[in-house]
């Protein structure tokens, strides 16, 4: 698992490299606009609801007496509640968005790794409809999985504020595990159905995790949320297409 999570995160300098000798770079154009424009309305919207929230919290408590502590601890709730949701949300909105766009990319890429084995098959409607049925799907399963376990976390941490640093750690590795397991899916489902793909990245956590760490981190940034998606993907595809070839489980365990 250490070694996977590790090659994942390396595989993001093979990205650029791959990207730049394919000449793929048209691909970041509408997923990164995608992810701007997205990312601008969940900001806006997340930011108004979060003062929202905080001024709700605030009306349950009458007294004057221990209000500012009260009022700074709901900021906090908020942020962490409202914020937090945000990120997740934001995250698969882009990756379910953005998938008529990156399965056929990391089919480019896939095909550059096997040559005639694979047969890279370009943009259609039909195609892309079909990817994005497939996202919203495993972006369902997986959005409440996450806010599941992040949320019972972040409830775990204002009951236990000691703790919080670790538990902060747990969370954005939850987020990171569930962003690189959207990333490797845009070859999975080339290969297996929605449930074979949960399968395989059981078996390959640390390549989710690698790959999602670098993943948010870009998204944390600012700027490089114009660049994630595509980028990641790649690195993605690079770490997944050698593992296919070498699973040892039948496919059909996977169906």
């Known amino acids: 698992m250490i ?32 992810s701007l424009l997205i990312g601008t309305g969940i900001y806006f919207a997340a930011n108004g609801l979060a003062l929202r929230f905080e001024a709700w919290i605030i009306q349950w408590y009458p007294w004057e007496w221990g209000k500012n502590i009260i009022e700074t601890a709901s900021y906090w709730v908020s942020i962490i509640f409202i914020w937090g949701g945000s990120l997740i949300i934001f995250k698969h909105l882009v990756m379910v968005l953005a998938s008529p766009f990156m399965s056929p990319l990391s089919q480019r890429i896939e095909k550059d790794m096997l040559g005639n084995q694979t047969v890279y098959e370009g943009f259609s409607m039909t195609r892309a409809i079909k990817e994005l049925m497939r996202g919203l799907t495993i972006a369902i399963r997986n959005i409440i999985r996450e806010l599941f376990y992040t949320f019972l976390l972040m409830i775990l941490s204002l009951f236990i504020p000691v703790i919080g640093p670790i538990l902060s750690v747990l969370i954005f590795l939850i987020q990171a595990y569930y962003a690189g397991f959207g990333n490797m899916d845009y070859t999975l489902e080339r290969h297996y159905g929605v449930r074979g793909s949960a399968n395989f990245v059981k078996k390959r956590r ?39 070839k070498r699973l040892d489980t039948p496919k059909n365990d996977f169906v």
């Open 206 to 244: 640390g390549t989710a995790l690698g790959n999602g760490v670098v993943f948010l981190g870009l998204v944390f940034t600012g700027i490089g949320v114009l660049i994630a998606p595509p980028l990641a993907t790649v690195a993605a595809t690079l770490e997944t297409v050698p593992r296919l």
């Open 3 to 34: 070694q996977d999570f590790f090659s994942a995160i390396s595989a993001y300098s093979r990205a650029f490299r791959k990207i730049s000798d394919l000449r793929l770079w048209g691909y970041f154009l509408i997923p990164g606009l995608i």
